[in-house]
C-alpha cells in the first residue's frame, strides 16, 4: 500500500486531524479527491465504531487510573456539554450536523464520545454519526479542490 494513503488513513482515524485534515493531505499529495474521501471517510467512521467499543470494555478498565480518569472525564464532560444542547434540540439530527461541521472539535471522535456519554442508542446513533461524517468529507473534499483549484489558477506555473 501507498505510504501517503497509509499516512491519509492515519489522519482519519485521528482526533485531532479526523477527515478535515485527511482529505487535503491525500489531495495534495497526488491522491485523486474522490478516492481521498472515500478512505478518509471509511476510516473516520471505522475510528468512531471502534472509540464505542473502547469506551464500552477497555475505558471501564482505565478509569482505575487516576491520571486517566481525570483526563477523560474532562473530555467526556466537554463533549456532553457541546453535544448534549443540540441533541435536546434537534435529537439525532444534531448531533449528525455537529459532526458535518468541518470546524475543530466538531467531528466524529466527540460526536461519539457525547453520544456514548448521553447514553444514546447505539445503532441510531452510529448511523447519525456516519451520515455527518460523510457530509463533512463532501464539504472538505469541496472545499480542497476548489480552493487548490483557485489557487493554481493564479499561479504561473514555470516549465
Do not use: C, H
Not at 474521501?37 to 475510528?47: D, L, W
Not at 466538531?106 to 461524517?133: M, P, Y
Amino acid at each position: 500500500m501507498n505510504l501517503k494513503i497509509i499516512k491519509m488513513i492515519i489522519f482519519a482515524m485521528m482526533p485531532i486531524s479526523e477527515l478535515r485534515g485527511a482529505i487535503p493531505y491525500g489531495y495534495l499529495n497526488g491522491i485523486n479527491i474522490f478516492i481521498a474521501f472515500i478512505i478518509s471517510v471509511a476510516f473516520n467512521f471505522i475510528a468512531a465504531v471502534l472509540l464505542f467499543y473502547f469506551l464500552d470494555t477497555i475505558n471501564k478498565l482505565f478509569l482505575k487510573i487516576k491520571f486517566y480518569r481525570v483526563f477523560f472525564e474532562k473530555i467526556a464532560n466537554r463533549a456532553k456539554i457541546k453535544v448534549g444542547n443540540k441533541f435536546e434540540k434537534y435529537e439525532y439530527l444534531g448531533l449528525m450536523l455537529f459532526i458535518a461541521i468541518p470546524l475543530p472539535v466538531t467531528g466524529a471522535w466527540t460526536g461519539t464520545i457525547g453520544a456514548w456519554v448521553l447514553g444514546l442508542d447505539r445503532k441510531k446513533s452510529l448511523l447519525f454519526v456516519f451520515l455527518g461524517v460523510v457530509i463533512a468529507g463532501i464539504v472538505v473534499s469541496i472545499i480542497t479542490y476548489t480552493g487548490t483549484e483557485t489557487f493554481n489558477f493564479f499561479i504561473k506555473q514555470i516549465k
